[in-house]
């Protein structure tokens, strides 16, 4: 079987495994039984907390990208070398991220992480902007485009702050914990943008 069509094959994989995991069996079964069922009730599902199933959906959108991802190095021929590094990296950092992080609150974090997250985002602000100066034509706009991609996701991270960090705040914590809809929004515009940018 030709390298490309192991590749396609791995690529479909992961976004079967994405779509139908996170996304059809999320909307279909999971979401609503995590908001209509109490939790022993939802414990007596098969997606109990920590069942085998319940890991399959929980982490099926990190696992899935990753698939696809290794899928579409290898439809493009990377070398094999660079594919291995790529996978078992970002499965290790997931782990890492998932498994070994204490999940208390700790505020300074989040102080740190958004200045770091302000400090990237000029950075790439000043890297676009020196490489947009060499484009010409359609190039110009695609990379307009991607730019306002990484705006919305600035901002994201600007909002999340404030929906994650409100219930920890004493002077906030009897505001009501709103539905965060804007982030839903400012995060498909992002992904939007960066596709069009393509």
């Known amino acids: 079987m030709k390298t490309n069509k192991i590749g396609l094959i791995i ?65 493009v021929r990377a070398k094999p070398a660079h594919i291995w590094l790529f996978g078992i990296g970002l499965f290790l950092v997931l782990i890492i991220i998932e498994r070994l992080l204490p999940t208390g609150h700790f505020a300074p974090l989040f102080g740190v992480g958004g200045g770091m997250i302000l400090t990237l985002f000029l950075a790439i602000l000043w890297f676009w902007g020196k490489r947009r100066t060499n484009l010409k034509g359609p190039n110009k706009l695609a990379a307009d485009f991607q730019l306002t991609g990484y705006i919305f996701f600035l901002i994201t ?34 992904w939007l943008f960066l596709f069009l940018s393509h």
């Open 157 to 190: 991270a600007w909002f999340l702050c404030k929906d994650l960090g409100t219930p920890y705040m004493k002077a906030l914590e009897s505001f009501p914990i709103e539905s965060p809809i804007s982030i839903m929004v400012y995060l498909v515009l992002g």
């Open 11 to 75: 690529f479909l994989i992961g976004a079967i495994y994405m779509i139908g995991m996170a996304f059809i069996v999320g909307w279909g079964w999971v979401g609503p039984a995590l908001s209509e069922l109490s939790i022993d009730q939802y414990n007596k599902t098969v997606w109990e907390f920590g069942s085998a199933l319940f890991l399959l959906w929980a982490f099926s959108v990190p696992l899935g990208s990753i698939l696809a991802s290794i899928g579409i190095l290898i439809y």
